[in-house]
């Protein structure tokens, strides 16, 4: 991957992660809709992100509000993300 490329995907990371810090119940589709990217896209970030270790993905299915996935960060993603 090019310096160019690498940076790009950086900041796409970095993006996803405030996003996800400030609200992490967003639907995949509202994420990459805010993020100006598909749907097929924002989960290859998503892979990349989870892993690192820096998200996790936690179910929710039981819960009545029914949200069943979110993403939030992880102690070493608010700690990355942070740098």
Same mark, same amino acid.
């Given at each position: 991957?090019?310096?160019?490329?690498?940076?790009?995907?950086?900041?796409?990371?970095?993006?996803?992660?405030?996003?996800?810090?400030?609200?992490?119940?967003?639907?995949?589709?509202?994420?990459?809709? $805010?993020?100006?990217?598909?749907?097929?896209?924002?989960?290859?970030?998503?892979?990349? +992100?989870?892993? /690192? %270790?820096?998200?996790?993905? $936690?179910?929710?299915?039981?819960?009545?509000?029914?949200?069943?996935?979110?993403?939030? +960060?992880?102690? /070493? %993603?608010?700690?990355?993300?942070?740098?």
């Amino acid at each position: 991957m090019t310096s160019r490329q690498a940076k790009i995907q950086e900041d796409t990371h970095f993006r996803i992660m405030r996003i996800l810090q400030e609200n992490p119940d967003l639907t995949q589709r509202e994420l990459a809709d $805010q993020l100006g990217m598909s749907v097929g896209g924002l989960n290859y970030c998503l892979k990349a +992100l989870i892993e /690192k %270790g820096w998200i996790k993905m $936690q179910n929710f299915s039981q819960s009545k509000n029914k949200f069943g996935y979110i993403y939030v +960060l992880t102690h /070493k %993603g608010i700690a990355e993300r942070s740098c």
